[in-house]
């Protein structure tokens, strides 16, 4: 039987990692017939594909649909593809480089920096809110990213409510397979979402606030500004991307803490220590062990042979980054959850050009976000240690639906 890897299949997403074992070992470089894709799984083949400027997330930069033989867009998804055509993450080129530029001079580390006594204000009052037992996911780790990318971007409280929504109906899109009502679920909250973001622009433009939706409407670089639509998208990119990721890596790694609780144990004697650096670490190693985003593709921007395996201009690659950080090729016990790694070189927030822009904040308010609960539940356990949780939804954004806790 040719091999392939079942991302619909809910025993996969459930638990992916022996299958991505055997997968890597085998077969690392493959051609799934059914994805229609070449999947990846080495952590070196990642990595360099990551970096090689003959594979990019786009190709129409380079070639009109006419010339891909690409079928017409579904007019049911037209403003969401309008919003994916539109935004950094999809972009290449000297597109890319502007609109990176652009929103990293608005959205920098600085900024990020000056974020801790806000979030760590945001924290405490959550935490002294919860009751003996309560669910990590929708009780803990939501609320924050959530509430920090809205402040941040200026946001009104009153508008907030929507933004989860509409963020979980867009990703939907993002899984390999989805049902016509998520589609036009999908359409409906970009189009909102956009409405929504272009009355506060205009309204910053006139009244100008210290946020990041003033900072990207008056953002400059050699005589060049964001578009309406780009300073749109881009907004909707942040809020999207700014959470989904950061809910499931913090509620995944708590899982793994929780089912080995020595290493528990560990945060919580370095919980009394004030020093924030173990915590810093202890994170990197959770996003490696339990991979919150899984998988990206590329698109093959030219024919080219990679590893004795002939790729030709159009193909796509699917790059398995939980794979990547659980090869032992490049991590010693790759398996073994180690709280002190360091370095540790994951794959988790990718690598060249798309890298994430928004890793400074996602690691701020993980490492807070785990040193606050070990500090006020340092006997958390899991409610029924009997009950396996589960990761709904998909293999693309793979989380875990409820995490119910006991303090
Ligand atoms: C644990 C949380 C997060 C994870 C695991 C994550 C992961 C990633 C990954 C893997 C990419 C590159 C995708 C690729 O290789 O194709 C990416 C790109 C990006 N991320 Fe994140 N991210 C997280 C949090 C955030 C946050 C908090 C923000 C912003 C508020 C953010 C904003 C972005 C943006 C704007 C890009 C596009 C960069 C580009 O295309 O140049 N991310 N993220």
């Not at 801790?116 to 405490?124: D, K």
């Not at 309560?134 to 009104?156: H, K, Q, R, S, W």
């Not at 913090?250 to 370095?270: I, N, T």
């Amino acid at each position: 039987m040719s091999p392939h890897l079942p991302l619909t299949d809910p025993a996969f997403v459930q638990n992916p990692y022996p299958a991505l074992e055997r997968l890597r070992e085998e077969t690392p470089l493959f051609f799934d017939t059914a994805l229609n894709r070449t999947v990846v799984l080495r952590y070196d083949d990642i990595s360099g594909i990551l970096r090689d400027k003959r594979f990019g997330r786009t190709l129409t930069h380079l070639y009109s649909r006419d010339e891909l033989g690409w079928p017409l867009p579904d007019p049911a998804q037209q403003h969401f593809d309008a919003f994916n055509g539109n935004h950094m993450l999809d972009s290449e080129g000297e597109k890319h480089t502007r609109l990176r530029s652009l929103v990293g001079k608005a959205f920098t580390p600085r900024r990020v920096e000056t974020l801790q006594p806000r979030i760590e204000a945001i924290l405490e009052e959550r935490l002294s809110a919860l009751g003996p037992e309560f669910d990590l996911v929708a009780d803990y780790a939501e609320p924050l990213p959530v509430t920090v990318i809205a402040e941040l971007l200026g946001v009104p409280e009153a508008e907030r409510f929507q933004l989860r929504p509409w963020s979980a109906a867009i990703v939907k899109l993002y899984e390999p397979q989805f049902t016509r009502t998520q589609q036009s679920e999908a359409e409906r909250a970009v189009v909102e979402f956009s409405a929504l973001i272009r009355k506060l622009a205009a309204e910053r433009r006139a009244d100008p606030q210290d946020d990041l939706i003033t900072a990207l409407v008056q953002v400059e670089d050699g005589g060049q500004m964001l578009s309406e639509s780009e300073l749109t998208d881009t907004c909707i990119l942040l809020l999207n991307a700014g959470h989904e990721a950061s809910v499931n890596g913090l509620s995944a790694g708590v899982l793994a803490l929780l089912r080995q609780p020595e290493h528990w144990k560990k945060l919580v004697q370095a919980s009394g220590e004030g020093d924030p650096k173990p915590f810093r670490t202890a994170v990197e190693e959770l996003l490696r062990f339990d991979t919150p985003l899984p998988m990206f593709e590329r698109y093959v921007l030219e024919d080219l042979d990679w590893n004795g395996v002939s790729l030709k201009m159009g193909d796509q690659v699917a790059l398995i980054y939980a794979s990547g950080n659980r090869d032992p090729r490049r991590f010693e016990r790759a398996d073994e959850l180690n709280l002190s790694r360091d370095p540790n070189p994951h794959l988790t927030f990718g690598l060249g050009r798309h890298y994430c822009l928004g890793a400074p904040l996602a690691r701020l308010e993980l490492a807070l976000s785990l040193r606050a609960l070990v500090r006020h539940a340092p006997i958390l356990r899991l409610a029924d240690p009997a009950a396996l949780p589960e990761y709904g939804g998909g293999f693309v954004i793979r989380g875990l639906g409820r995490l119910p806790v006991r303090r």
